[in-house]
Structures are given as C-alpha cells and as structure tokens.
C-alpha cells in the first residue's frame, strides 16, 4: 500500500482558498448576464446595482442598455447621469469616460432617435462642459440623410443646461438627487414629440 504525502494543514487551507477565489462569480459578469434576461424585472434590477456598484466597467454596460434597449434606456440613462456626476476628475482637460461613452450612442446614426436623444438627455444632466463639443455635433445630427430633429431638440436644451447659452436651463434630475447608494432610480421626463 502506498502512502500518501503529507500536506500541512496551511498548504491545505491555500489550496481551498484559491479553489474558493476562482470559484466565486464577478458580479460584473452575473450584471451583465442579467441586462440580457428576456425578464425585465431582472434587467431592471442589474441597471439599479450598475448604478451603485463603483466599477469603470459598469459604464459599458449600462451605455449598452441605453443604446439597445426600448423598454430600460430611460433607467439607464439616470444611472449614467448619476455615474458622470461621480466623476471626480480635478483636470478638466481629461476626458470624463461617461461622457465620452455617451456620446458614443448621441453619434452614433445608425440609432433610433429616441436612444440618442435619450444619450444628448443625459451628457446635458451629468453637467459637465467637456460634452459641450459633443452636444454641437448633436445640433446637427442625421439619421439616414434626414436631419434627426428630435436630437437636435435635446442636444439644444442640453446645451442650455450646461451653460453653453446666455440663456439657461435648470436640470430635470437636481444635483444632489442621485447621490450615495438609491434604492431606486428617479423616471426622467419625457422626450419632446418631434
């Protein structure tokens, strides 16, 4: 019969916590499952936890939420506006990553309208002027050859709101409103009729 080698006891305790370690899930991995669910209940539950999970990960996500789906976008599009305004970023010649990843889905005119206005919705209530160049393009925005009025609307207003014109706009969403931990996320108002 042959013997087994002796193993100490804390070698066996290292085995069993790096089995345990690669055993447990990312939550990032299970969210983004979840925003896939055919339930929306569930995809609704994954935008609330991307929202208050502090993960730079979250931001792609969330902006493939706003950008694809018709029934969460509006919830996705508070959770980044309170994610742009997390940004703590002292340097204003840097780019804030929420604002440049929204402005991915504004550009981007192969969407629907309502999604990207949706997108220039959200860069004018994080309230950072680093959208202003963005917001711009949105003024001008195509879908196809026609111009995407509805997006032009919103950049427009979002522009106000950012201070871009002398004449103002007060946000939908008032800062402060999404700050720490939400058990819920706030509706946005609806987008103008185009």
């Known amino acids: 019969m042959r013997s087994l080698p002796r193993v ?3 070698a066996l305790l290292l085995a069993a916590m790096a089995v345990m370690a690669g055993c447990a899930l990312d939550p990032i991995e299970r969210l983004s499952e979840d925003i896939k669910s055919q339930d929306e209940s569930v995809r609704e539950a994954a935008v609330l936890q991307l929202a208050n999970i502090e993960d730079d990960r ?3 996500l969330l902006t493939e939420v706003l950008e694809s789906d018709d029934e969460l976008f509006n919830m996705a599009a508070v959770a980044l506006v309170k994610k742009g ?3 703590d970023e002292p340097d204003p010649k840097k780019p804030n990553p929420v604002v440049e990843a929204v402005a991915k889905v504004l ?3 192969h969407l629907a309208e309502p ?3 949706r997108a220039a ?6 309230g950072d002027r680093r959208a202003i160049p963005h917001l711009q393009a949105g003024q001008a925005a195509l879908t196809g050859d ?6 032009r609307d919103v950049s427009k207003q979002s522009l106000e709101k950012i201070g871009f014109f002398s004449d103002g706009r007060a946000y939908d969403l008032g800062m402060g409103t999404l700050e720490g931990e939400l058990s ?8 103008p009729a185009s």
């Open 115 to 117: 999604f990207r206005a």
């Open 58 to 60: 979250t931001v792609d």
């Open 146 to 151: 026609k111009e995407a009025l509805l997006v």
């Open 8 to 10: 100490s006891a804390a």
């Open 107 to 109: 550009k981007n005119g």
């Open 85 to 87: 305004r997390e940004v």
């Open 184 to 191: 819920t996320l706030p509706e946005p108002p609806p987008l």
């Open 121 to 126: 919705w959200t860069l004018g209530e994080i």
